[in-house]
């Protein structure tokens, strides 16, 4: 269980339960089929945004804004439908009339808890700006996420058997737990007014939605608050009915499936494995009993042993500007300016160089960072799928080290070896290369005794702390709440123009980050 997420609130309003006859189904809609990209692991997870904000939200105008984006995109209205024959999902996304928030199931979920005490009572909330180099305390989710709203893709869908009509959905035991939780909304709300700030929580099902999908979903609330033109990201499917509503739209297939799917049939593109993908191998092993075995074993050792904590680094804009000036100046003396490392490169290396700053050990370190796939696919395919909405990114994988050899390396190393590695993956003959591999194999992380792995996801391109709410912003945060709770994931996000460097670890290492920090204060 997340933290905090058995918190009571003093008063609560909760919208109309989502129960609902699994016989319905809408008069008029498009078929929106998702791509192996979003069943591969983002299907059991969920993404929530928070943003603790000073008092006098404006709650009503955050409502009808909501309700603007949702009829205006109306894959935002849409239900989750697992469909047996194709074993895939699809989102049946409604042409007609939407009915309001009170209908049964709602278009959206809006919820308001209201509590008589201090949030800075529990949570310390620091004030910070461009020279700012602190150390965050996590709030609880459940300050942003009311406790009804599901996150894995199964627990809202409806199914359709094999043999049985795609209009008729029935419930399935295997793939939706009963009627009352079938066809909930995508897109959730949640407000906990506290005496001194209000948090608001922005929550979608990550099956459907990466940071690039969920940034245009605040990017349209944001647009509808404060009284400016935003264009719905183009969809597509099969099954629409003349005289709806006209929707971008890519055509009836779904691009990045069809993308993927030609990239792994054509002929090879090298004949020798490339480096990027050896890298991954050292880093994900099958799934196999014994692997998933320890990894599973792994994760309990984490939390129940290295008493994890979750908080996060800020470190402002001047403090990043500096660092990253003087990594470059480093390497342009080093590579002749031939090379050179971005803000995330270097944010990254000095993460993992500040965490493991006091251990001495042999481990091999895996590092692991989430990367779009939307300019590779867009250049095999011919098609721009820069603003596709759905899960559209892949891992790689730094060059395997040790932690000792971690520590004595320097920071421009370590952060010209991330960018290396990026630049290595983003070429389509490794993204080939790996499709074609995982496609026979199937893996997962390798969590084996001596290593210590890193899950790294660089959210920034989704601009989710842009969104303006008429009140000032204190803090910003963001989880990814799973069946699986997961350690040592970092999240990287821009905040008042610094950035925010969120991750669950030991608590030994945020001890070393607490070090680092007083180091940096110094400079």
């Known amino acids: 269980?997340?933290?905090?997420?058995?918190?009571?609130?003093?008063?609560?309003?909760?919208?109309?339960?989502?129960?609902?006859?699994?016989?319905?189904?809408?008069?008029?809609?498009l078929r929106v089929p998702l791509s192996p990209l979003d069943i591969n692991g983002p299907d059991i997870s969920g993404i929530t945004t928070g943003y603790v904000l000073q008092p006098g939200l404006d709650e009503d105008a955050l409502r009808a804004a909501l309700a603007r984006v949702v009829d205006k995109w109306?894959?935002?209205?849409?239900?989750?439908?697992?469909?047996?024959?194709?074993?895939?999902?699809?989102?049946?996304?409604?042409?007609?009339?939407?009915?309001?928030?009170?209908?049964?199931?709602?278009?959206?979920?809006?919820?308001?808890?209201?509590?008589?005490?201090?949030?800075?009572?529990?949570?310390?909330?620091?004030?910070?700006?461009d020279a700012s180099v602190a150390i965050l305390h996590c709030p609880p989710i459940a300050h942003f996420r009311d406790p009804g709203t599901v996150h894995a893709l199964s627990d809202v869908a409806v199914y359709v058997p094999a043999d049985g009509a795609a209009d008729e959905p029935v419930n399935s035991a295997a793939h939706a737990p009963a009627p009352a939780r079938a066809w909930q909304p995508l897109v959730s709300v949640h407000i906990t007014h506290f005496t001194d700030y209000s948090c608001v929580g922005v929550s979608v099902a990550h099956g459907l939605f990466d940071a690039v999908g969920l940034g245009q979903v605040l990017a349209a609330i944001d647009a509808e608050l404060n009284g400016r033109v935003w264009a719905v990201p183009p969809m597509y499917g099969i099954g629409a009915t003349k005289g709806e509503p006209e929707l971008p739209t890519y055509g009836s297939g779904n691009p990045v499936a069809e993308a993927l799917r030609a990239l792994e049939e054509d002929p090879a593109m090298l004949e020798e494995e490339p480096v990027s993908l050896m890298y991954l191998k050292r880093v994900l092993v099958p799934k196999e009993p014994d692997g998933l075995q320890q990894f599973m074993q792994r994760v309990e050792y984490e939390w129940t042993t290295q008493a994890v904590e979750h908080r996060a680094v800020y470190l402002g804009k001047k403090v990043v500007k500096d660092l990253v000036a003087r990594v470059n100046a480093e390497l342009a003396r080093e590579s002749g300016g031939k090379e050179h490392a971005s803000s995330g490169d270097v944010l990254l290396a000095w993460f993992l160089k500040a965490a493991h700053g006091d251990e001495v050990?042999?481990?091999?370190?895996?590092?692991?960072?989430?990367?779009?796939?939307?300019?590779?696919?867009?250049?095999?395919?011919?098609?721009?799928?820069?603003?596709?909405?759905?899960?559209?990114?892949?891992?790689?994988?730094?060059?395997?080290?040790?932690?000792?050899?971690?520590?004595?390396?320097?920071?421009?190393?370590?952060?010209?070896?991330?960018?290396?590695?990026?630049?290595?993956?983003?070429q389509p003959p490794a993204v080939q290369a790996l499709l074609q591999w995982r496609e026979r194999t199937g893996t997962l992380l390798n969590r084996q005794q001596g290593t210590d792995s890193w899950l790294v996801s660089n959210q920034c391109i989704g601009r989710f702390s842009k969104i303006d709410f008429g009140v000032e912003m204190v803090s910003f945060w963001s989880w990814t709440p799973s069946r699986l709770q997961m350690d040592h994931i970092i999240t990287v996000n821009e905040f008042k123009g610094g950035y925010v460097v969120q991750a669950p670890m030991r608590r030994s290492r945020w001890s070393a980050m607490e070090r680092a920090l007083d180091a940096m204060r110094k400079l």
């Open 74 to 129: 109306r894959l935002l209205a849409g239900r989750v439908v697992w469909d047996d024959a194709a074993q895939n999902y699809y989102i049946d996304v409604p042409l007609g009339p939407l009915p309001g928030e009170s209908a049964n199931p709602p278009p959206y979920k809006f919820t308001v808890s209201r509590r008589a005490e201090a949030l800075a009572q529990s949570t310390p909330v620091a004030h910070v700006g």
């Open 361 to 426: 050990s042999q481990n091999e370190l895996l590092v692991v960072p989430y990367t779009s796939m939307r300019g590779v696919l867009s250049t095999v395919s011919g098609t721009d799928l820069s603003n596709y909405t759905h899960n559209c990114k892949y891992l790689f994988a730094l060059p395997p080290l040790t932690i000792d050899a971690l520590r004595a390396a320097p920071l421009s190393l370590v952060a010209v070896m991330s960018r290396r590695a990026l630049l290595a993956a983003r």
């Open 1 to 29: 269980m997340a933290p905090g997420a058995s918190d009571v609130p003093l008063s609560t309003s909760i919208g109309p339960s989502a129960s609902v006859s699994p016989s319905a189904s809408f008069s008029s809609s």
